[in-house]
């Protein structure tokens, strides 16, 4: 990916980035510390454009990344979005957390741009009470975009390094997804998510064609 850099942190709707032209977007999405920014420093290969930590809550606002710049003009092909992470986290107030969490709810509604929401969820564990609100948010807001402006969702099971990429634990965690999309999510079985698996661990890059491949259907006209 040539072309990569910071353009800005927005803690409000207001300051979502807004060109003449529309820039069109894809966002990680997913509770604190699921790996949200180290999984865009895969897909971009960057080591830590994204500031990453072992301590939950550490990325706290929306922040967006220019990619492939026209070298001409500057103009970015699309922008790559890091969020905070929905849910709890010892470090961040109540207050916040209900911020990010109203933040996360017009973003998914309003923001004509976004193209591909990546829903990002531990492997090693079944789905949290955070994901299914994210799972919810996510179908209402497709439910009242027209159909032009329907973005694509994907769910990414991150970290399988740490299952060993083991098929059955693989296995089980998708199981686990999916019960958890029709049972509590509310999404009906016909029309359920691509679901996918990602490590950013050293080099591997696993799952990262999957998500470009993802991008890229998105992006074509
Ligand atoms: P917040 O910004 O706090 O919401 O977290 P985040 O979702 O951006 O998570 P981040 O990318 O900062 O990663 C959290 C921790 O998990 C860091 O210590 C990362 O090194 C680690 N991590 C992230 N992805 C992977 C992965 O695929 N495999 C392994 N083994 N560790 C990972
Ligand atoms: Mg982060």
């Not at 550490?58 to 001409?72: M, Q, S």
Request: hydrophobic share 35%; proline share 6%; aromatic share 8%.
């Amino acid at each position: 990916v040539a072309g990569v850099d910071f353009e800005k942190s927005c803690a409000a709707m207001a300051d979502l980035p807004t060109p003449e032209r529309p820039i069109p977007e894809v966002v990680f999405v997913g509770r604190s510390n699921v790996g949200k920014s180290s999984l865009v420093n895969m897909v971009l290969n960057r080591k830590q454009l994204a500031s990453t930590s072992e301590t939950a809550g550490h990325t706290r606002t929306f922040d967006y990344y220019r990619c492939n710049r026209n070298r001409t003009d500057g103009r970015p092909e699309f922008y790559l979005v890091d969020v905070p992470g929905m849910g709890f986290a010892e470090n961040v107030s109540r207050g916040m957390q209900d911020s990010w969490r109203g933040l996360h709810e017009r973003y998914f509604r309003v923001r004509e741009s976004l193209r591909v929401v990546f829903h990002l969820i531990d492997s090693r564990r079944p789905p949290m009470n955070t994901d299914v609100t994210l799972m919810n948010m996510v179908r209402e807001a497709l439910d009242e975009r027209p159909a032009s402006q329907r973005f694509a969702y994907v769910v990414v099971l991150t970290k399988v390094d740490k299952i060993g990429y083991r098929e059955t634990s693989v296995k089980k965690a998708v199981e686990q997804t999916v019960e958890c999309l029709t049972s509590r999510g509310g999404w009906p079985a016909s029309h359920l998510p691509p679901i996918i698996t990602s490590s950013a661990a050293k080099k591997t890059r696993h799952g990262r064609d999957d998500i470009w491949r993802h991008m890229r259907a998105a992006f074509s006209p």
